[in-house]
């Protein structure tokens, strides 16, 4: 490991620790601080973004990302202001066992130490993954791509003047050089960073679970589906499939399949009717195709790989199935286990649906779009983990927490 | 991936997704039936586990817990009983929300699926994972040592004989073949396999945790520290010590490196005395060596590489520091982050010992030998995890469920 980065590591490390001992009040007003500060140098880091943008064409699908406005900025400041705002998830008891011998055993929520985000060209997320992490006193190491570099560093200026204002360790944050190198060091990093969370596209997340030694939350991708149950009110379903595909096609919560039950197959025409207006092109299977063509005019034949697709665009999937049976088989084997939906007035339909479904999000009645931390009333959100161990779906403030137990004896021996 | 164990990999998914639909009740009685058995098929299970007996000569430290024996099936059976009649942890609501917009927002606790157990040559765990993960409902696939391929053989013999008798599908459980290219694919199995848990010393868990793919939770090493502070009492130090220590040498909470305070080392004759009796050698730094010289018979001098030591033997490291800072220092710098221990009446001092240790079970006044699941009243044990990610410290049933969160909707709409 390269000694400029081993020290990094350990001055994280040694910052965290110290962060750990601050009072939340502390922390709250110290992110207060960081806000003012984010507003007060707008035209720095809007300056420092021209560089950014300069340097990437504007019919790039990354540009709108990577721009900051004073808007934007404005914007971040408030969620930064919002994230001091809400209740502190640390020093929680989450268990208190009193043993027969007298021993007292607390669970108690801690930080985790260290956590490193790798992550692309969307500058926002420097400020928000800062403010996460210190409010949960979490020293963070942030790797954002290369195209955000000047962007990303003023950002981090800007969070450590603060820091050094206010006689903070300005190593609770620090900026990853943006090189391959610096990043295979840090997931080789074990037992000096404690987690590692990927924010980015499908490439970037299966390189660092595939290449990680130290412990990954994977978040991201979402290939969803609807089911529109024999019992489904069409009226309801049109409006959820409408909106889950169309919202926003960008995101990982998307509509990318809907399973319509072969006994409301009539109805397939009113159901998809919405989805005409934003061009959606549906690519449907033989007896989708028969029933609406003529009656949609964006269709398509699907071929087998439709099924294991995440579009990120204004594309949906469409397959008839038998009935349930026919459609939980489809999800297990297609899903991503991020959000499955079912729509459908049989309660117990949707009671079977919620049970066999494996995944992170399983919806009644409502459009996948609502995964979100967000809409889920978390008031912050670090990502949607896709993954089982630790964290499923919107990751808030106590996902990005471990905990410990802290017992208390008075000489207890333990028997042999 | 061979068609063999891709196979194998999809009927453990099939079967663990049968097996979530059984009542716990159900899932209870048939895990009695297995214990039944398991006493049923003393002779059978004996028989094998001879053949295996007699590949390893007697002398080899892992023959003791290769051999079975009529008495330990017996204590087999009761586990896998006390199994049955904990109360399950799955289907519990961790949480509930409802939204301004109506939605209901339940997270319930759900079996992981699929789990993989990497182990050694102790057959007995194979009952022991099976019960633990047929309790949750998780399919588990079992990988033992090759030392106990013949016991293993027969013990899953005999759990799927009671599993075809009662109906269910015997892939539930299912033995990896003895192979390391068996071993490589389960840890490449994305997507089909949950979850991996290690088992074993620290070469096993290592090349598990540096090879795999799937999310892994690291069990094991325990470098262990206990720090006698200036406000200790002295002889409820020497008997932490002394049971921390001499209780068993061979587990993960065994004590590894004692740090007295300076302030306390005249007292050091009498806190090390109870050792002699199991002829500890203690790796003593100058300061403690001229303390205890001519007053305790098995003391060496201790070097660098003493520190850093998980000995696993009646051997132990003892250095003097000189406050509780010096003590937090030290312990950052070589614990593994299992089990540490203060002694101190000092309320104020155990807090901070408390706080500021980054360990899975931090002691005040009591050995680190507690640091098991049994003595935690979790009534079984699957491992004691050292890492941070989902579960930390002894694993019990819950910490072998993940979650998933059910949303009630009546046609809610996300706006835009």
Redo the contacts between chains.
Sequence with gaps: MSTELNILFENSRKAS?KL??LSDARRNEILLRVADAAVENIDKIIAANALDLANMPKSDPKYDRLMLTAERIKAIADDIRSVASLESPLGRELNK?V?PNG?I?RKVS?P??VIGIIYEARPNVSFDVFSLCFKTANACILKGGSDAINSNRTIVEVIHSVLEAQGIDSSVVSLLPPTHEATAEMLNA?GKV??IIPRGGKRLIEFV??NS?V???ETGAGICHTYIHSSA?I??GA??IN?AKT??VSVCNALDCTLVDASRIADLPVLVAPLAESKVIIYADNRAYNALEGKYPYLEHATEENWGLEYMDYKMSLKIVDNIDDALEHI?RYSSKHSECIVAEDAQA?DRF???V??????????T??TDGG???FGAEIGIST????A??PMALPEIT?????????????A?
């Excluded at 802290?406 to 333990?414: K, L, M, S, T, Y």
């Design positions: 620790r750990n001992k066992i043993r021993l055993i801690v985790f130490g074990v404690d987690l679970r595939d030694r412990p990954v939350i009110d009226a309801k409006a959820i909106n919202r926003r297990e949707c919620s049970l066999e494996d995944a992170a999000c399983v919806y009644s009645n409502a459009p779009a609502f809409q889920f009333g993954q089982k161990l630790h499923r779906g471990t905990y410990k137990y802290i017992i208390a004896g008075n000489g207890q021996i333990r042999k």
